[in-house]
């Protein structure tokens, strides 16, 4: 069984940090695609940054480019988002997303995504 467990989500004060984690298990790490997505009270669901976990290719959106930092761990079956200055417009549930690499399209577009963690609040504080 495929599962995706996303953590390290909180409340940060506008320029402040925080890391999230994904934890994947049920399936081969190093031939997936796994992104973080954000979703917003009353918008749609966004994506945040990508990366391969064959090899370490990395895709960020423009609205996050410089402050957010994707990466795995393939020791630990873990990808991670660095969040820096974190600004009050990065509120939202964050959701961790995987599809197989060689089968990915076009990374921004959550329909592409097959499966999804349960979702990690940012809450950012001006």
């Known amino acids: 069984e495929v599962q995706l467990v996303g953590s390290g989500g909180g409340l940060v004060q506008a320029g402040g940090s925080l890391k999230l984690s994904c934890a994947a298990s049920?399936?081969?790490?190093?031939?997936?695609?796994i992104a973080w997505f954000r979703q917003a009270p009353g918008k749609e669901r966004e994506g945040v940054s990508c990366?391969?976990?064959?090899?370490?290719?990395?895709y960020v959106a423009n609205s996050v480019a410089g402050r957010f930092t994707i990466s795995r761990d393939s020791a630990k079956n873990t990808v991670y988002l660095q969040m820096n200055s974190l600004k009050p417009e990065d509120t939202a549930v964050y959701y961790c997303?995987?599809?197989?690499?060689?089968?990915?399209?076009?990374?921004?577009?959550?329909?592409?995504?097959?499966?999804w963690g349960q979702g990690t609040q940012v809450t950012v504080s001006s």
């Open positions: 049920g399936f081969t790490f190093d031939d997936y695609a």
């Open positions: 990366i391969s976990t064959s090899d370490g290719s990395t």
């Open positions: 997303t995987a599809k197989e690499w060689g089968l990915l399209k076009l990374w921004i577009r959550s329909d592409e995504y097959d499966y």
